[in-house]
């Protein structure tokens, strides 16, 4: 790929150069109205209607009505549209909260409302190619404005009347559709590549999943003798196998008991959640919040942690079990997780996978409350029917598995890895194309080729 001929200062210092002949522009020049949010209110949501959406549906570029916040009513609906009436074409732009700067183009003629936290940013077509525009939008210079604009409360947050004076660089009408065409043409192939990757990846995790259900409910031997586990979902079971309760084979220990949200603190020290623990147990203090010493103290005084205990997550995603590798330095649990601590008597790999077997994710599953946020009690875990044996059986079903998920786990890493470097591939050609440093004019576009 060629670059232009001639360049010139675009007078933003995040753009940089730009083609001699382009323009740069602000947005509220280019958009056929004034750039709008949604209601601030939060409506009272109906059984059937209209769609009712916020940042969390903005996914991949668009709009997933699966992740919609509920259905208003048509005369909500109708009170909404007179201050943001979303329609075919439309550029809805996550301006406040964590996913702020995410984008997507709407591509249905259907009814739906949007919240607060996204605004609608609707290009003049006189003026602005709208597929040109959502292009540069969703470039990383595009974001270094916006990042360099918005202003922090609890989260980010970026005005309307800041967003529309950002800008945008502007090359001829016929070169904003080529670019256009383009990079629709190539972001739609690397979409199908990840998107049979990301599927190879759930095929994997599948594969995974049936391997551990099978070893740690009916074990290696095809020929031992069976009997009737009296549990509907796990059938028949070795005979020799026993059903006992979590808490009967390992401490189950609930880290903060009080469930009060430590005090924060910048400065403090790590509290640990699932999300902060590696694959390989290994902690990543970078993500982790930081809470006042007190926490941690509070902890230290009730129990130790240490390497290869498990932590299980109870509130938000459940399950989720990992062993931890115990950091050098000084830390707190979440109180969204437990602490499994397994007794001497028993394989603690072994342990973590009926943790990970459907065996155990029923009994979260029938246990669990709440609607938007679930959630499982201390009791009930500690309560969990587990299927045990003696541990040098425990210690071939763990090395076993060990073995076979070890081979899935470096194939999906791979893909994972892969996907990640597309999505980055994708994110600098789009910044490259639509600030001009290629010049993609003469590039011939397949026909048909969505």
Known sequence: MKAYKEYKDSGIEWIGEIPEHWNRIRIKHLVKIKV?????????????????ISADAIQNGQVN?????????????????????????????????????????????????????????????????????????????????????WTFGTQPNIGMGTLENLWIPIPTSKEQTQIANYLDYKTSLIDRLIEKNQRLIELLEEKRSAIINQAVTKGLNPNVKMKD???????????????????????????????????????????????DINYDGSINIETTRKVQELAVKKQEESFTVDDGDIVFCKVGTLGLPKHIIKPKIRFAISATLVLIKVSKFND???????????????QVENNSTGSTRKALGIQIIRKFKFLIMELKEQTQIANYLD????????????????????????????????????????????????
């Open 36 to 52: 709008c949010d949604g209601p601030h209110e939060t409506p009272e949501f109906v059984e059937e209607g209209v769609p009712f």
């Open 65 to 149: 009505f699966q992740r919609k916040r509920g259905n208003i009513t048509k005369e909500t609906f109708a009170e909404y549209a007179k201050k943001s009436k979303v329609i075919n074409g439309d550029i809805l732009f996550c301006k406040s909260g964590s996913t702020t700067g995410k984008s997507a183009i709407v591509k249905t003629n259907e009814s739906f409302a949007i919240w607060s936290p996204l605004a609608i940013i609707r290009a003049n077509e006189h003026l602005v190619d709208n597929y040109y525009l959502y292009s540069f939008i969703q470039s990383n210079l595009f974001r270094l404005q916006v990042e360099n604009s």
């Open 229 to 275: 586990s009296g549990i509907e979902w796990i059938g028949e079971i070795p005979e020799h196998w026993k059903i006992t309760r979590l808490d009967y084979e390992s401490d189950v220990i609930d880290p903060q008991p009080d469930h009060r949200a430590p005090q924060v603190d910048e400065n403090g020290l790590p509290y640990i959640g699932i999300r």
């Open 348 to 362: 603690s790999r072994f342990i973590k996978y009926l943790l990970e077997s459907n065996y155990i994710n029923n």
């Open 403 to 450: 073995y076979k998920t070890a081979q899935i786990d470096k194939l999906v890493v791979e893909k994972r890895k892969t996907n990640e470097y597309l999505k980055e591939y994708t994110t600098t050609l789009i910044s490259n194309v639509v600030t001009g440093k290629v010049d993609v004019r003469d590039i011939k576009i397949p026909e048909n080729s969505n």
